[in-house]
């Protein structure tokens, strides 16, 4: 049974640190990788989608690694800002593109 | 173009009541998923539908849980009678075609308090 696990649970850090958040899954044979990010009292947003055939993605300040055979995957956010501060959920794609499993999320505060 | 929506946002019943919450996709799009979220836990899926036929729902607690989706499009998903720790967010997602585009789109979410 896939688990997905998110280290730490809470981060704060201040404004302009570079800083990783850490997902790891049991099962290497996963179809994908996504990050989502939660703000309070709203839905999920994709933030970057890894394919299983891909070690990473990037968008503006946001870089996702994947490594299947370790089962990790890391979530780099450079020169962080206030607004930056909400949960970051990992998701695994489990046997199939439609089936996720998630993590239980990191709440990311990054103080002025 | 609009969002997933669901309402109620917020709903606080007694234990043994029964509630209903409601998801209305985005346009297009053929699969529909609900997950529950407990406080402090990643989503977790209940039930997911291509168009109005069930692909998933081995993680649905089908004794008080139900989830329907008639027409292919909007969709609601009932609990009777509710007990505590059905307390969580329930939120609705939506996609395109998860084999080609996987992206999930997801609504707000239904606060759930059960007294």
């Known amino acids: 049974k896939q688990e997905v696990t998110q280290i730490p649970a809470a981060l704060s850090v201040p404004e302009g640190e ?7 899954f049991t099962d290497s044979a996963i179809y ?10 709203k839905g999920l947003t994709s ?9 990473e993605q990037t968008s503006g300040r946001l870089n996702a690694s994947l490594d299947k055979s370790s089962g990790r995957s890391t979530l780099y956010i450079a020169a962080s ?4 501060s909400a949960t970051y959920l990992c998701a ?19 103080r002025p | 173009e609009a969002g997933v929506a669901q309402s109620p946002r917020y709903k606080i019943i007694e234990k043994r009541q029964s509630v209903a919450f ?18 402090g836990q990643g989503p977790k899926l209940l039930i997911q539908f291509q168009n ?9 607690p089908k004794d008080r849980f139900s989830a ?25 997602a939506s996609s395109l075609d998860p084999t080609s585009v996987p992206t999930q789109y997801f609504g707000p979410g239904t606060r759930l308090l059960v007294l």
């Open chain 1, 32 to 41: 994908n990788l996504q990050w989502f990010r939660q703000d309070p009292g």
């Open chain 1, 92 to 110: 695994v794609g489990d046997g199939s593109a439609s089936k996720i499993i998630f993590g239980s999320g990191t709440r990311l505060s990054i």
């Open chain 1, 47 to 55: 933030l970057l989608l890894i394919q299983s055939s891909q070690r």
């Open chain 2, 68 to 92: 329907e989706r008639l027409k292919g499009v909007d969709s609601t998903l009932k609990i009777q009678p509710a007990k505590l720790e059905d307390s969580a967010v329930y939120l609705c």
């Open chain 2, 52 to 60: 109005n036929g069930v692909v998933d729902d081995s993680q649905l």
């Open chain 1, 81 to 84: 800002q206030p607004g930056d």
């Open chain 1, 18 to 24: 570079n800083l990783v958040l850490n997902c790891s």
């Open chain 2, 22 to 39: 409601w998801c209305n996709p985005i346009s297009g799009h053929a699969t529909l998923y609900w997950y529950q979220q407990i406080l």
